[in-house]
């Protein structure tokens, strides 16, 4: 995501002036990359209401603080003149081509001049008087600070009451549960990083998912993660937001689904190979019973299926790995590079068509079971026990072929991906 060659040169050409905090206020100068510290980074698209007040209280803080540092507005296309605004307020514009708020942030930070960036909506809804603790803690060796609304405050009418108490813990829940991170609240969009760390997370996503993905790849590429409380205001805009509670809460609920095949794929599919294989073992002998109720051919029927289903639920979440690995969504994962060493393109054709032939050899045998009883009727029983257990072993087989033949293509990029630098 990050050009090898600096961006600084770049940077340097833009006609935008930025303060330099610590002298007078009246005082103006370009900050260089070699003494700005600090860079606060506000997405923007039409933001004309509350821009100016937010680059004004940002300004304060630096200046009172003593930090060095920039204002920078990664601009998403604004037409109500969000730009002259900023630029009048001695902030630094990155016109950013790409709609979306992981790109606004994605830009500005990869044109940010300061060694750490803390990035906070332009909706005067985040105190940027307030900075101090998140500087505190970079300037400790955290790679991410995130902050805590819930443990700051959150001020009457600042966050809509399905967002407080359903969408918020529950996302949070989730992303506790599934990538053991330690943020408490997941989603605040007040947080500070330095960009050593933001080079390594190699974020990928442009919208709403932006947010999530980065606490998530910091967390699975063990860097140094932490929160400190800040509070939440109400916004100080007359429109609407742009962030749709339902929708985009449905957008990052997806995003961390997708982003750990173990709880989407594995453990589900795992759970439901174990039920169907175990119950159709339970049933090959003969018909059973569970008090009053029978269970016969056509519970195993729905045991076979079950099974098979969830085995290819497992090979999903193998696969879905890989991919995710190969397109840097994901950090290189040791245990997957692994597998690949001890299951092979050879073993897993081999397994697959053993299970093959063993389906053909009971679908064979199902046909001379084809017979008749002693009073002459037709014994489908017999036949259907031997039938949808040959079928099942087949279909695992060839999804076994099919499975490691793909995973051999994607298996290439996952060796030779190189590993993140920790």
Same mark, same amino acid.
Request: charged letters at 20%; aromatic letters at 10%; a positive charge.
């Given at each position: 995501?990050?050009?090898?060659?600096?961006?600084?040169?770049?940077?340097?050409?833009?006609?935008?002036?930025?303060?330099?905090?610590?002298?007078?206020?009246?005082?103006?100068? $370009?900050?260089?990359?070699?003494?700005?510290?600090?860079?606060?980074?506000?997405?923007?698209?039409?933001?004309?209401?509350?821009?100016?007040?937010?680059?004004?209280?940002?300004?304060?803080?630096?200046?009172?603080?003593?930090?060095?540092?920039?204002?920078? &507005?990664?601009?998403?296309?604004?037409?109500?003149?969000?730009?002259?605004?900023?630029?009048?307020?001695?902030?630094?514009?990155?016109?950013?081509?790409?709609?979306?708020?992981?790109?606004?942030?994605?830009?500005?930070?990869?044109?940010?001049?300061?060694?750490?960036?803390?990035?906070?909506?332009?909706?005067?809804?985040?105190?940027?008087?307030?900075?101090?603790?998140?500087?505190?803690?970079?300037?400790?060796?955290?790679?991410?600070?995130?902050?805590?609304?819930?443990?700051?405050?959150?001020?009457?009418?600042?966050?809509?009451?399905?967002?407080?108490?359903?969408?918020?813990?529950?996302?949070?829940?989730?992303?506790?549960?599934?990538?053991?991170?330690?943020?408490?609240?997941?989603?605040?969009?007040?947080?500070?990083?330095?960009?050593?760390?933001?080079? *390594?997370?190699?974020?990928?996503?442009?919208?709403?998912?932006?947010?999530?993905?980065?606490?998530?790849?910091?967390?699975?590429?063990?860097?140094?993660?932490?929160?400190?409380?800040?509070?939440?205001?109400?916004?100080?805009?007359?429109?609407?937001? $742009?962030?749709?509670?339902?929708?985009?809460?449905?957008?990052?609920?997806?995003?961390?689904?997708?982003?750990?095949?173990?709880?989407?794929?594995?453990?589900?599919?795992?759970?439901?190979?174990?039920?169907?294989?175990?119950?159709?073992?339970?049933?090959?002998?003969?018909?059973?019973?569970?008090?009053?109720?029978?269970?016969?051919?056509?519970?195993?029927?729905?045991?076979?299926?079950?099974?098979?289903?969830?085995?290819?639920?497992?090979?999903?979440?193998?696969?879905?790995?890989?991919?995710?690995?190969?397109?840097?969504?994901?950090?290189?994962?040791?245990?997957?590079?692994?597998?690949?060493? &001890?299951?092979?393109?050879?073993?897993?054709?081999?397994?697959?068509?053993?299970?093959?032939?063993?389906?053909?050899?009971?679908?064979?045998?199902?046909?001379?079971?084809?017979?008749?009883?002693?009073?002459?009727?037709?014994?489908?029983? *017999?036949?259907?026990?031997?039938?949808?257990?040959?079928?099942?072993?087949?279909? &695992?087989?060839?999804?076994?072929?099919?499975?490691?033949?793909?995973?051999?293509?994607?298996?290439?990029?996952?060796?030779?991906?190189?590993?993140? *630098?920790?």
């Amino acid at each position: 995501m990050f050009a090898e060659t600096p961006v600084f040169a770049e940077i340097d050409s833009m006609s935008d002036s930025t303060l330099t905090y610590g002298q007078p206020p009246n005082a103006v100068s $370009h900050a260089t990359a070699t003494t700005c510290e600090l860079s606060i980074v506000m997405p923007c698209l039409n933001e004309a209401e509350t821009l100016e007040v937010c680059i004004q209280k940002a300004q304060t803080y630096l200046r009172e603080s003593g930090v060095n540092g920039e204002v920078l &507005i990664g601009d998403n296309g604004s037409t109500d003149g969000s730009q002259d605004i900023a630029r009048r307020n001695q902030a630094r514009v990155v016109d950013v081509p790409v709609r979306g708020y992981g790109a606004a942030l994605d830009h500005a930070t990869r044109h940010a001049r300061g060694k750490y960036v803390i990035m906070a909506d332009s909706d005067d809804s985040y105190d940027f008087l307030s900075l101090q603790p998140f500087v505190d803690k970079l300037r400790e060796g955290y790679d991410l600070v995130m902050g805590n609304r819930f443990a700051g405050g959150i001020k009457p009418g600042a966050m809509p009451w399905k967002n407080r108490y359903i969408g918020n813990p529950i996302l949070t829940a989730i992303g506790r549960l599934f990538f053991r991170c330690p943020a408490k609240d997941f989603h605040c969009g007040l947080r500070g990083y330095s960009v050593d760390a933001y080079k *390594r997370m190699e974020l990928q996503t442009t919208g709403m998912e932006f947010a999530s993905e980065m606490v998530i790849k910091a967390t699975l590429l063990g860097m140094k993660v932490t929160e400190v409380p800040t509070t939440l205001s109400k916004d100080g805009r007359s429109r609407p937001p $742009h962030l749709k509670p339902w929708r985009d809460g449905w957008r990052h609920l997806r995003f961390m689904l997708l982003f750990s095949p173990r709880w989407l794929f594995l453990f589900p599919g795992g759970a439901l190979f174990l039920f169907g294989l175990l119950l159709s073992l339970w049933l090959l002998p003969g018909r059973r019973y569970i008090g009053s109720i029978s269970l016969d051919v056509h519970t195993l029927l729905c045991a076979s299926v079950a099974m098979v289903l969830g085995f290819q639920a497992v090979l999903f979440a193998v696969l879905t790995k890989a991919f995710a690995i190969n397109e840097g969504l994901m950090p290189p994962d040791p245990r997957l590079s692994k597998t690949f060493r &001890i299951v092979t393109l050879e073993s897993g054709l081999i397994v697959g068509l053993l299970l093959t032939i063993l389906g053909i050899i009971g679908v064979v045998g199902s046909l001379f079971a084809w017979g008749h009883t002693n009073f002459g009727e037709l014994d489908p029983e *017999r036949t259907l026990r031997m039938l949808i257990p040959a079928l099942a072993a087949g279909t &695992i087989g060839m999804q076994t072929i099919l499975f490691s033949l793909f995973l051999s293509v994607l298996g290439m990029g996952v060796r030779t991906r190189p590993k993140a *630098r920790l």
